[in-house]
């Protein structure tokens, strides 16, 4: 079949289901899960291989959601009049296997590909070589109660730390130091050369080093800066890779503590922190090239003559991982609820405000690319917003997990601003719960395009569906079976109607948040409120 004819076929099994009806209400009905499905299905058709950034099967995607847009009314977004923010990225992959030897008075010893480690990549070298003293830093991280770098050198040397942070930590905040860039920033700051990570043990158990290894290929992109180069938040000191619990093991030889003791008194609380025994030659090789892609945005002027200077972004990333190597004989993610099912509800509520009043403040859609290749497409908007009236507040979907009638949602940073009142008004208004976020090892906070807005100042909030009513067997299954994997697809049980009722409660917290009087703000004190201060 040619693509032509696929994609006029795709394209009309869409359209026939999402003109079953054109009434949105605040309610969720049949109507709008067909509209859902409809938008699934063509966003998640093996035709877009996978929607990833800078492929033909995105740009398909972002004409067919621009094209949505246009059709509800709700106007171009972008600063040329266009729905199409262009976004100019560096793409680089490892060229080679690369190599990690250690080294020590007893002779080298090369860590084994795939097995023992995957190599880091440098958006800025095409090859990178460190050989350097290695100190093991904890997690790395340097808080109020812990400085996991007081008392060491690691000027000229190459920092190890394991994934994750301190168990004891607030969940948005261990987010926070969990962070890879988090990380690598603060050994950047005190002269490391040089970045690896080593897996928890309870790490690799929920993000196996298998499918890492499966994907060590996959590309990986920042945007260009004006000088053409990637942005590259600490550039001197680079990812070198990241080791297994295997791999570390070997990197703990000789040294005062092994590997099992060290992870045993870091789930206790306190990872002893050290120089070790051996040092590192390590070498990386990265293929780089130039990719063009967009944020699609729309736009949705405010009616109030004060308050529409003011502008709230609901936004939802468009890309997923395109084709990786096969498993049971399938290549294609199509990444049908990563997140294809929150652009669905995203494009849902936009037709909910342009069928209802229109709001106070002026409202952007952001449909953003290469949120898998590290949140790059929302970095670039929060950096250059196609417009100059300020962004007071962000509202995102990601990864909606809609196979199940979920009665709780998660809605993390909604308890450190403004925002908080308002997502529970608006859940209180469907009758549904509230809930803590019940997987704080998974450092979601920082994991989605809302994160890149608080990096700005913005008060934001990122909504999941909860765990109860079976929402917890459902959600650790699909991250256990189905995330980043060809399975996310359309044979998936979905419930189109739980996407109907999640479109639902994200109209009524955006018309909470777009009507209010008062200009949402960070709560006093608040630790992303006065960590990413605006100037």
């Given at each position: 079949?040619?693509?032509?004819?696929?994609?006029?076929?795709?394209?009309?099994?869409?359209?026939?289901?999402?003109?079953?009806?054109?009434?949105?209400?605040?309610?969720?009905?049949?109507?709008?899960?067909?509209?859902i499905k409809a938008h699934v299905a063509f966003l998640a058709d093996d035709l877009l291989q996978g929607r990833e950034a800078g492929t033909p099967g995105f740009d398909i995607a972002a004409a067919y959601v621009a094209s949505q847009l246009a059709q509800l009314g709700v106007q171009?977004?972008?600063?040329?009049?266009?729905?199409?923010?262009?976004?100019?990225?560096?793409?680089?992959?490892?060229?080679?296997?690369?190599?990690?030897?250690?080294?020590?008075?007893?002779?080298?010893?090369?860590?084994?590909?795939?097995?023992?480690?995957?190599?880091?990549?440098?958006?800025?070298?095409?090859?990178?070589?460190?050989?350097?003293?290695?100190?093991?830093?904890?997690?790395?991280?340097?808080?109020?109660?812990?400085?996991?770098?007081?008392?060491?050198?690691?000027?000229?040397?190459?920092?190890?730390?394991?994934?994750?942070?301190?168990?004891?930590?607030?969940?948005?905040?261990?987010?926070?130091?969990?962070?890879?860039?988090?990380?690598?920033?603060?050994?950047?700051?005190?002269?490391?050369?040089?970045?690896?990570?080593?897996?928890?043990?309870?790490?690799?158990?929920?993000?196996?080093?298998?499918?890492?290894?499966?994907?060590?290929?996959?590309?990986?992109?920042?945007?260009?800066?004006?000088?053409?180069?990637?942005?590259?938040?600490?550039?001197?000191?680079?990812?070198?890779?990241?080791?297994?619990?295997?791999?570390?093991?070997?990197?703990?030889?000789?040294?005062?503590?092994?590997?099992?003791?060290?992870?045993?008194?870091?789930?206790?609380?306190?990872?002893?922190?050290?120089?070790?025994?051996?040092?590192?030659?390590?070498?990386?090789?990265?293929?780089?090239?130039?990719?063009?892609?967009?944020?699609?945005?729309?736009?949705?002027?405010?009616?109030?003559?004060?308050?529409?200077?003011?502008?709230?972004?609901?936004?939802?990333?468009?890309?997923?991982?395109?084709?990786?190597?096969?498993?049971?004989?399938?290549?294609?993610?199509?990444?049908?609820?990563?997140?294809a099912g929150g652009v669905a509800t995203t494009l849902e509520v936009a037709r909910a405000f342009v069928e209802g009043e229109r709001p106070r403040r002026t409202l952007l859609f952001l449909l953003n690319t290469a949120e898998e290749k590290g949140l790059v497409g929302s970095d670039?908007?929060?950096?250059?917003?196609?417009?100059?009236?300020?962004?007071?507040?962000?509202?995102?979907?990601?990864?909606?997990?809609?196979?199940?009638?979920?009665?709780?949602?998660?809605?993390?940073?909604?308890?450190?601003?403004?925002?908080?009142?308002?997502?529970?008004?608006?859940?209180?208004?469907?009758?549904?719960?509230?809930?803590?976020?019940?997987?704080?090892?998974?450092?979601?906070?920082?994991?989605?395009?809302?994160?890149?807005?608080?990096?700005?100042?913005?008060?934001?909030?990122?909504?999941?569906?909860?765990?109860?009513?079976?929402?917890?067997?459902?959600?650790?299954?699909?991250?256990?079976?189905?995330?980043?994997?060809?399975?996310?697809?359309?044979?998936?049980?979905?419930?189109?109607?739980?996407?109907?009722?999640?479109?639902?409660?994200?109209?009524?917290?955006?018309?909470?948040?777009?009507?209010?009087?008062?200009?949402?703000?960070?709560?006093?004190?608040?630790?992303?409120?006065?960590?990413?201060?605006?100037?």
């Amino acid at each position: 079949m040619s693509l032509s004819l696929a994609l006029a076929r795709a394209l009309a099994g869409a359209a026939a289901l999402a003109a079953a009806s054109t009434g949105v209400q605040a309610q969720p009905d049949d109507r709008g899960a067909d509209r859902i499905k409809a938008h699934v299905a063509f966003l998640a058709d093996d035709l877009l291989q996978g929607r990833e950034a800078g492929t033909p099967g995105f740009d398909i995607a972002a004409a067919y959601v621009a094209s949505q847009l246009a059709q509800l009314g709700v106007q171009p977004g972008a600063a040329d009049g266009t729905y199409f923010q262009r976004v100019s990225m560096v793409a680089g992959r490892s060229s080679d296997e690369g190599a990690l030897v250690l080294t020590s008075k007893a002779g080298p010893t090369p860590l084994k590909f795939g097995e023992d480690y995957l190599p880091g990549r440098n958006l800025l070298s095409a090859t990178t070589h460190v050989a350097a003293p290695l100190v093991f830093v904890g997690y790395g991280v340097r808080t109020a109660r812990q400085d996991d770098y007081a008392g060491l050198n690691v000027k000229g040397k190459i920092v190890v730390a394991l994934s994750g942070a301190p168990a004891g930590l607030q969940t948005e905040e261990r987010a926070y130091y969990a962070n890879s860039r988090t990380k690598r920033l603060a050994a950047e700051a005190r002269g490391a050369v040089g970045f690896i990570t080593i897996m928890a043990p309870s790490d690799e158990t929920r993000r196996p080093f298998a499918n890492s290894a499966r994907q060590w290929r996959n590309w990986g992109m920042a945007w260009r800066t004006e000088a053409g180069e990637a942005f590259s938040p600490a550039a001197s000191t680079p990812d070198l890779g990241m080791l297994s619990v295997t791999g570390a093991a070997k990197l703990f030889v000789g040294a005062r503590r092994s590997y099992d003791e060290v992870v045993k008194a870091a789930e206790a609380g306190a990872p002893p922190r050290f120089a070790l025994a051996q040092g590192l030659d390590a070498t990386i090789n990265t293929e780089a090239k130039l990719v063009e892609s967009a944020n699609v945005v729309g736009r949705i002027e405010g009616a109030d003559p004060k308050l529409k200077g003011e502008v709230v972004v609901l936004s939802a990333h468009l890309d997923h991982i395109g084709v990786t190597p096969p498993i049971n004989g399938d290549s294609i993610n199509n990444g049908a609820l990563d997140n294809a099912g929150g652009v669905a509800t995203t494009l849902e509520v936009a037709r909910a405000f342009v069928e209802g009043e229109r709001p106070r403040r002026t409202l952007l859609f952001l449909l953003n690319t290469a949120e898998e290749k590290g949140l790059v497409g929302s970095d670039y908007f929060a950096r250059n917003p196609p417009t100059s009236a300020p962004i007071v507040a962000n509202i995102n979907l990601d990864m909606p997990i809609l196979t199940y009638d979920f009665v709780d949602v998660v809605a993390f940073g909604a308890e450190r601003s403004s925002l908080g009142p308002a997502v529970q008004r608006a859940a209180g208004r469907m009758g549904v719960r509230l809930s803590p976020d019940p997987l704080p090892e998974e450092g979601l906070f920082t994991r989605s395009d809302h994160y890149r807005f608080v990096e700005q100042g913005v008060p934001s909030v990122f909504l999941m569906t909860g765990f109860e009513n079976s929402g917890r067997e459902a959600f650790t299954s699909f991250l256990k079976d189905h995330y980043h994997k060809p399975s996310d697809d359309l044979s998936l049980p979905i419930d189109y109607r739980a996407g109907a009722k999640f479109a639902a409660i994200n109209y009524e917290i955006a018309r909470e948040v777009a009507d209010a009087d008062a200009r949402p703000a960070w709560n006093d004190g608040d630790f992303f409120g006065t960590l990413f201060v605006r100037p």
